[in-house]
């Protein structure tokens, strides 16, 4: 249990466009889901928490317009990196807390992001 | 601010060898430790500890945790190459977010 997928695993993108990254809990509903970015040979960064039904909460230094979080279900978060710019290229990776266990996270993939 | 410390940052030894691995911590309230091991996609989940002293182990790791010292070990003894990975320890501080260490680096040469 607590499978944890993210939509696409890779993406390329040129600068000034919009990406669009899945976070879907498979087989337990999660009310919160969490954003992290991971640069290389660096440790993960929590950029927000996703609430479902509201509006996300954002770390100090993120930038809640560029990072659009929408949490729409139980099951499904999203993560919208709105104008990427080469400096967003780095690995997005979401996590949710099961039912059984909130407290132990459990990740997605991770969606590797290269903006040219 | 909420600070999680592992050392060391990177780690090489020989197959067979035994490892620990060490993060230390400071938060205002302290719920949960967690251990993950990062290959090359996302973390994954090796041990939760919440109560000092008790040992948690799970074939060749093992984990414990000091909340009088702020700190815990993560062992692994006859460590084999796909061990490697990169070590990562997080605390929960009672609002399901997590604080991340920076990781120690684990290389295993055969």
């Known amino acids: 249990g607590a499978v944890v997928s993210q939509h696409p695993s890779w993406v390329i993108c040129k600068s000034g466009t919009s990406v669009k990254i899945e976070c879907r809990s498979l087989?337990?509903?999660?009310?919160?889901m969490f954003w992290y970015r991971q640069f290389p040979k660096q440790s993960l960064m929590l950029m927000a928490t996703s609430n479902e039904g509201s509006k996300a909460t954002y770390e100090q230094g993120v930038e809640k317009d560029k990072f659009l979080i929408n949490h729409a279900s139980l099951t499904l978060s999203t993560l919208t990196v709105t104008s990427a710019h080469p400096e967003d290229s780095s690995f997005y990776i979401c996590?949710?807390?099961?039912?059984?266990?909130?407290?132990?996270?459990?990740f997605g993939p991770g969606t590797r992001l290269l903006v040219l | 601010e909420d600070k999680v410390v592992q050392s060391p940052l990177s780690l090489v030894v020989h197959e067979g060898d035994t490892v620990t691995l060490n993060c230390s911590y400071e938060?205002?309230?302290?719920?949960?430790l967690l251990w993950y091991k990062q290959e090359k996609k996302a973390p994954t989940f090796l041990f939760m500890l919440t109560s000092s002293g008790i040992e948690k182990k799970s074939g060749r790791l093992s984990s414990i945790l000091d909340k009088k010292e702020l700190f815990s070990i993560l062992n692994i003894t006859a460590t084999q190459t796909g061990d490697s990975a990169i070590y990562l320890c997080?605390?929960?501080?009672?609002?399901?977010?997590?604080?991340f260490g920076t990781g120690t680096r684990l290389t295993i040469i055969p």
């Open positions: 997080a605390v929960n501080s009672g609002n399901e977010k997590l604080t």
């Open positions: 996590s949710a807390g099961s039912w059984t266990s909130r407290e132990t996270q459990y």
């Open positions: 938060v205002t309230n302290f719920r949960s």
């Open positions: 087989d337990f509903q999660a009310t919160t």
